[in-house]
């Protein structure tokens, strides 16, 4: 690696015409467009990355210093950041691709840029990899951005230019590399705020995806050029006349949505362009800042609705309450000429740059030399988040997380003091739970919405106020993973049910090597291995999960290892399923009356098959099922959220039948309901009553517990079906004082 910097001073670099112009002109946005400029430091990077390139050429046949050129223009014009970015764009490439070393970078530009020139060669190949390789990629790419957001902002210009130039790669490339912005840089390109960026962004991944499509809108866009124009110059001018005539100083016009999001709204609304009538919106910007410009906002509103009826359902203020990007504007769509429907929005010149420049912008407008605080951290939360989250077990369910959360929509909610939290569209009680604080997810028993309580699988709406209640008894349900929508409640959540997975299982080998020792079998952990695989368990970990559990006896193995696979009586051992039954006979009431059969299987009732209902799950006449065959032959009945299924759907898919319910009326099962409540005179009386007198359900069992004015308990009873279930869990929500009502797993 080159390590000396006399490559600056080297007399015989030199640069052709063409370049030096381009160099004056890449100066000249900066100055327009950036708060400051280094020209001395910008001409030096240039100096360096044309040196370093010097043999170096596009598949375009263009000299390779044009890339890093046209990448640094897009970081000074259209994303604004700062002279150090700029200088970061042009050398972006020398450290992967040439032979300088980062030491170099240092020595010549100061840590923070080296820092940055670091961090890009580090993502340079997000997504090249296959697909187990993608979430250390992705996570490369989100730790750069926790470092300096200035390599996201970069890597955004260089991926820009990158599909700008497309053509010139091979189609198979094309495909790869538009598929990866549309998936990755895109959204996180709308996450931080780049609404220009973005646009172009998906724009350009639809020309190679879809060119079809693409090229079908571009033609009818443009054939209703004429028209569009015209309508919008209607539209506008009473509306210009009124602002001049308030003393306004402003900029309005017409905006045609990007040629991705029309497509979108296409394919969601499943209509041809020619009845999508929202295609564009007007703009209003005024000149005024600060808590006057605010204000000249809510005034042009105003003006705008005299003039055209609003639809008030359409209305958004992200002024009074931006978008966790910064976005503000005020939103209305209201009824133009000829009835059509017309979006208006209304923002200042500054609320505009952070529109389109995002957490670029917001570097700029901030005063002072520091810059890496409070607004800018907001922009990194959800990074920081995903960060610190437990790493997944599987790679692919990590990138899948991460990219479902880049477009979420946003909802905002407050605490009970009247603080605002951002969330995303669909988010429930838990999800704000573990947004407040982790422990207060994992503790979560309950919670109220505006003062009442509610389910914890509602869906919170903007402006809801949300109170969760506790308790330092309580554990995570495995359940919250069907509702949850953030990556921090869900990774959580799945964290909590691998770790207790893990802790069975480190029981389960403890309880096989005291029974081992007991019988004086001693065996080797790879001989044991071939033994589990001989009982069909895919490795160790399952065969002492389910000994921790209590799915598979330990006296069976050990009888297995001293006989060789044969019992006494030389047949096959197998699994005593009844007597395990047995063990979980307190929550498992499988009682079929009359002998009739509860079930169908594979499409016929069956009335010879030994058929089991799960201890880990508790199925009902209800649930969505599906049947595992156990090695002893018998039917093991799960449900499909259980927390079991996934292992057996993945690695047993030889043994599992498509079963459903016969919808017999006189067959019984046993079902348990965790209960969380304050802890009053009566209230188990009033459970009592409920459950036995008012719904007419047998209770098997009823356990209270109770600790600082909270009461927690279970109740196991006999319930015919899923509906019936439903019906009890309802019934009991509305007695005073409980907070929460569960199914019970185990």
């Not at 972006?92 to 030491?103: C, K, P, Q």
């Not at 505009?352 to 030399?369: C, D, M, P, S």
């Not at 359940?479 to 921090?488: G, L, Q, Y």
């Not at 409540?677 to 009592?688: I, K, P, S």
Request: hydrophobic share 35%.
């Amino acid at each position: 690696m080159i390590q000396a910097s006399s490559v600056l001073k080297e007399a015989n670099i030199s640069v052709e015409p063409t370049y030096e112009a381009r160099l004056e002109r890449l100066l000249a946005h900066c100055r327009t467009h950036l708060p400051s400029v280094d020209e001395d430091m910008v001409r030096r990077a240039f100096r360096l990355s044309y040196w370093a390139h010097r043999h170096h050429w596009r598949a375009s046949g263009e000299r390779y210093i044009a890339h890093p050129m046209e990448v640094a223009d897009i970081v000074a014009r259209d994303i604004g950041l700062d002279d150090v970015s700029v200088a970061a764009a042009l050398l972006h490439d020398v450290v992967e691709d040439t032979d300088l070393s980062i030491g170099l970078i240092r020595e010549e530009f100061g840590d923070t840029l080296a820092t940055i020139i670091d961090g890009l060669t580090k993502i340079s190949g997000v997504f090249a990899s296959r697909e187990l390789g993608q979430a250390e990629n992705v996570r490369k790419l989100m730790l750069s951005m926790a470092t300096d957001v200035r390599v996201i902002l970069v890597k955004f210009a260089d991926r820009l230019h990158n599909m700008r130039t497309i053509e010139a790669l091979p189609k198979e490339k094309q495909l790869k590399k538009a598929s990866e912005t549309k998936e990755l840089f895109a959204p996180l390109a709308h996450r931080f705020g780049l609404f220009a960026v973005k646009s172009e962004l998906e724009d350009l991944s639809l020309k190679v995806l879809d060119p079809e499509s693409y090229q079908q809108i571009v033609d009818s866009l443009a054939d209703r050029k004429d028209e569009r124009e015209a309508y919008i110059a209607y539209f506008i001018e009473p509306l210009k006349q009124r602002l001049e005539n308030e003393g306004f100083t402003f900029d309005v016009y017409g905006r045609v949505k990007n040629i991705y999001s029309i497509h979108r709204k296409m394919k969601r609304q499943n209509k041809p362009l020619n009845e999508i009538y929202d295609i564009f919106a007007i703009r209003v910007v005024l000149d005024e800042e600060g808590k006057k410009g605010r204000e000249d906002c809510w005034r042009v509103y105003s003006i705008v609705t005299d003039l055209y009826k609003p639809l008030p359902e359409r209305f958004r203020d992200f002024i009074s309450v931006p978008k966790s990007n910064g976005y503000q504007s005020l939103h209305t769509t209201v009824l133009g000429p000829k009835g059509r429907r017309v979006e208006v929005q209304v923002r200042t010149h500054e609320m505009h740059e952070i529109a389109e420049r995002g957490v670029a912008a917001h570097w700029k407008y901030k005063e002072g030399a520091d810059r890496s605080d409070e607004e800018m951290d907001q922009f990194l939360d959800w990074v920081r988040d995903l960060l610190e989250s437990p790493k997944p077990e599987q790679a692919t369910e990590f990138v899948e997380e991460f990219q479902l959360n880049l477009y979420d929509e946003e909802i905002y909610v407050f605490t009970p003091q009247g603080d605002l939290m951002t969330l995303p569209q669909g988010a429930t009680p838990v999800d704000f739970a573990f947004k407040v604080h982790t422990e207060v997810g994992m503790q979560c028993i309950g919670a109220k919405v505006n003062g009442k309580m509610v389910p914890l699988s509602r869906e919170l709406a903007s402006g809801d106020q949300v109170e969760i209640i506790t308790s330092k008894k309580q554990t995570p349900n495995p359940d919250w993973s069907n509702f949850v929508v953030t990556h921090k409640a869900r990774s959580r959540i799945r964290h909590w049910t691998n770790e207790k997975r893990r802790k069975t299982a480190k029981l389960g080998r403890e309880i096989w090597e005291k029974e081992a020792r007991r019988a004086s079998v001693e065996i080797s952990d790879q001989d044991l291995q071939e033994v589990a695989h001989e009982l069909k368990f895919p490795d160790l970990q399952q065969l002492f999960y389910e000994i921790g559990s209590g799915l598979y006896e330990p006296n069976k193995l050990i009888n297995r290892i001293k006989t060789g696979g044969q019992s006494e009586n030389g047949t096959d051992d197998e699994d005593d399923e009844q007597a395990l039954r047995k063990k979980y006979e307190s929550f498992l009431d499988a009682a079929q009356t009359s002998g009739k059969q509860a079930l169908l299987i594979n499409g016929e009732l069956q009335t010879d098959l030994a058929v089991n209902y799960a201890a880990c799950c508790n199925p009902i006449p209800g649930d969505e099922v599906f049947g595992y065959v156990s090695r002893s032959g018998s039917i093991n009945i799960h449900r499909s959220n259980c927390p079991n299924a996934p292992d057996l759907l993945a690695n047993h898919p030889d043994r599992i039948l498509e079963v459903d319910w016969s919808h017999q009326n006189d067959v019984q099962f046993g079902a348990a309901l965790r209960l969380v409540g304050e802890d009053r005179v009566g209230m188990v009386n009033d459970l009592t009553t409920v459950i036995s007198k008012n719904l007419k359900t047998n209770i098997r069992s009823i356990t209270i517990d109770s600790e600082d004015g909270i009461f927690s308990g279970t109740v196991v009873l006999h319930v015919s079906d899923l509906e019936h279930l439903k019906r009890l869990m309802e019934r009991l929500k509305r007695i005073d004082g409980i907070h929460g009502v569960y199914r019970f797993e185990e």
